[in-house]
């Protein structure tokens, strides 16, 4: 095995799966069964976010490098506790993916006098950068 195989996302019992689109659209799912190419049984948990076990198509998913140790059609109650051992929802928030998706959903919600006060600072702060710039190419 090499080093690139650890990073591989492949369809898989345990791999923990980001929502694309949809009601349940921005939460994590995980894979307990591939039910053919194109689908897979998927479950929240449950008791963790709301997302009851379903067969969702593979087009509505988005596989993380998170994976948790559970064997095909694992029980709730022993996807749960192999969902906390893995720690899931630490590791999704630690990820740069998960960040991004936050900083776009606060710049979404804010107001125009917000987006006005961002435009300013962005102005203000080139304006300082580009006064330095200029200070250190005349030297």
Not at 20 to 43: Q, S, T
Not at 99 to 121: H, I, P
């Amino acid at each position: 095995m090499s080093s690139d195989d650890s990073n591989r996302r492949l369809v898989e019992c345990g791999r923990v799966c980001l929502v694309n689109f949809g009601p349940m659209g921005g939460k994590l799912v995980v894979i307990v069964n591939v039910i053919d190419g194109k689908r897979v049984l998927v479950d929240g948990p449950s008791t963790v976010n709301g997302i009851p076990r379903q067969a969702m198509p593979l087009a509505r998913l988005s596989l993380t490098t998170i994976k948790i140790d559970i064997e095909p059609g694992a029980r709730l109650s022993t996807l749960v506790k192999a969902y906390n051992a893995a720690d899931v929802q630490k590791q999704w928030a630690e990820s740069s993916w998960a960040k991004s998706m936050a900083r776009k959903g606060a710049k979404a919600k804010l107001a125009d006098f917000d987006r006005f006060k961002l435009m300013v600072a962005r102005k203000t702060r080139a304006r300082v950068v580009n006064t330095h710039l200029k200070k250190l190419v005349k030297k």
